[in-house]
């Protein structure tokens, strides 16, 4: 597959964090160039482990109703990209989690949207990824702006690891650089859309529990296979600028845009007229 950009990426610029003047209140001047540069970052050590425990306790029992609704009611298991025994996806979890929605305002996400995203920012998706043990599938090369086209394109993806990511257990890898390129042209597989078949030049971001992966939406990447007899479990919280509009294009072809401002899971965590404290 070459790479291709999307059709509706037409005029796309990356916004640095490293800006002239920009002050910043979680990455280090290092960080921030990394960010600019490969597309994603590492922070290490940030959240507790009982932070981590208290997000995985609030999500296990919604996990847990989805795989039993995909094996009663998938066809095979299966409902979309999602596959019984082998890897959910339970999303909108801070509409009925008021832990998890306190989660999504941790002064770390706070911290990182106002040096990415910054000043009037949305929870733009939440979502809990459950890799099944011994999952031989990967989950692949995608933007995550290729599921959804969003604009503006840029916005914050935070993987944070609720079982240690590591090659074994399927950890994220990223392809640095390709962010800058904005939305590429995307292809529905059975495990997912998919906008690159190869990357030689990705890299592995093994994760501890208390890291968070922080990359953007307009980075190609992928999880490798869970080779080990745990469940891998991440919890996947994503931030856009307030204003941020959802592009649906019909079947006749026409575009719709849709405002990511549901209150119920879009609520501002920084700035906005009315962000609540
Ligand atoms: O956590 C995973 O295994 C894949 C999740 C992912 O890449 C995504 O939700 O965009």
Not at 17 to 38: K, N, V
Not at 124 to 149: C, I, L, M, S
Not at 192 to 211: I, Q
Not at 236 to 261: C, F, H, M, N, S
Request: hydrophobic share 40%; charged share 25%.
């Amino acid at each position: 597959m070459t790479v291709r950009t999307h059709p509706r990426n037409t005029s796309f610029a990356w916004r640095p964090a490293s800006r002239p003047g920009a002050e910043l209140a979680i990455l280090t001047a290092e960080q921030a160039r990394q960010w600019d540069d490969d597309g994603f970052v590492l922070l290490e050590g940030v959240f507790g482990a009982d932070e981590i425990a208290a997000v995985e306790a609030a999500i296990d029992p919604a996990e847990a109703e989805l795989e039993a609704f995909l094996r009663e009611h998938g066809e095979d298991g299966r409902i979309f990209i999602a596959r019984a025994d082998e890897i959910t996806f339970t999303t909108h979890l801070v509409a009925r989690s008021p832990e998890l929605a306190a989660f999504t305002r941790h002064p770390v996400f706070t911290s990182l949207v106002h040096d990415v995203i910054g000043p009037d920012v949305r929870l733009y998706w939440d979502q809990a990824v459950y890799k099944k043990p011994r999952t031989e599938a990967p989950f692949p090369w995608h933007q995550d702006n290729g599921y959804t086209f969003v604009e503006p394109q840029q916005y914050l993806t935070c993987w944070v690891p609720l079982t240690p990511a590591t090659l074994e257990t399927g950890c994220p890898w990223v392809v640095p650089g390709l962010h800058r390129l904005g939305t590429l042209a995307h292809e529905l597989t059975d495990l997912g859309f998919v906008c690159l078949d190869d990357a030689p030049s990705a890299v592995p971001v093994e994760a501890a529990v208390g890291d968070v992966v922080v990359f953007s939406s307009l980075t190609p990447h992928c999880t490798g296979p869970n080779r080990s007899e745990r469940t891998r479990k991440a919890y996947i919280v994503q931030y856009a600028p307030d204003g941020a509009e959802i592009l649906r294009e019909g079947k006749d072809g026409a575009v719709t845009r849709v405002r990511a401002d549901d209150p119920a899971r879009q609520y501002p965590v920084l700035g906005c007229a009315v962000a609540p404290g």
